[in-house]
Each structure stands twice: as C-alpha cells, then as structure tokens.
C-alpha cells in the first residue's frame, strides 16, 4: 500500500498538544496503524505529552529541530528518527528557520 500524502488533507491545528503556533497535520488512519505526516513552522512545537496506550516513531524529512523525550533532547534533521516507547512522554519542536516536516507512526492498540 502507497500512502500518498499529496492527495490527503492538511489541516493546521492551534496549539497541538498545548504546543505553540500551529502544526500542519495529514493523517492516514487504519485499524492498526496511524501514519501522521506534520509540518511545523518555525517556533511550532507539539505539547509536552505522554504516550499511555502506544508508542511513536517519529522520521524527519525535511528542516531542523529537537525533540525531547523524558527530558533529553534530542537534535533532529533529515534521515534522523526519534522514538517515544509507550509510557513515556515527548515533544517536538521547530527551533529552525524553516519548516521541520516529520512523519509520525503509531500504532494504535
């Protein structure tokens, strides 16, 4: 299966998480699995939040940016991949100056 990002909606969402800014989603929701596509713009960051019931690999396409998981930060850049084991808490953040576009996938229990 492709997933083809280009033909699924962006939809910019205030405050994701209690983040700052905006955050640009696509998801691509199954059963199983649920692959996000976003896109933060300089000084977006997604809250500070924990995963209680799954995990999340997160994959940076393109800009620059940290993530911080259970308190270390992280630096992210493209080809580089954080991941969040379940019970554990993260946030991303866009401390560049031009997008960071990551793709998140989680599995949903």
């Known amino acids: 299966m492709v997933i083809d990002f280009d033909k699924i909606e962006m939809k910019n969402v205030e405050h994701l998480q209690g983040g700052e800014k905006y955050v640009g989603v696509q998801a691509f929701d199954q059963p199983e699995m649920r692959v996000v596509k976003v896109t933060l713009i300089p000084g977006a960051s997604l809250g500070l939040h924990t995963h209680t019931i799954n995990s999340e690999v997160v994959y940076?396409?393109?800009?620059?940016?940290?993530?911080?998981?259970?308190?270390?930060?992280?630096?992210?850049?493209?080809?580089?991949?954080?991941?969040?084991?379940?019970g554990h808490q993260h946030t991303l953040i866009n401390d560049g100056e031009e997008n960071l576009v990551c793709l998140g996938v989680i599995p949903v229990q």
């Open 60 to 86: 940076c396409l393109s800009g620059t940016g940290k993530t911080i998981c259970d308190g270390e930060e992280q630096r992210l850049q493209p080809g580089s991949c954080s991941y969040c084991p379940k």
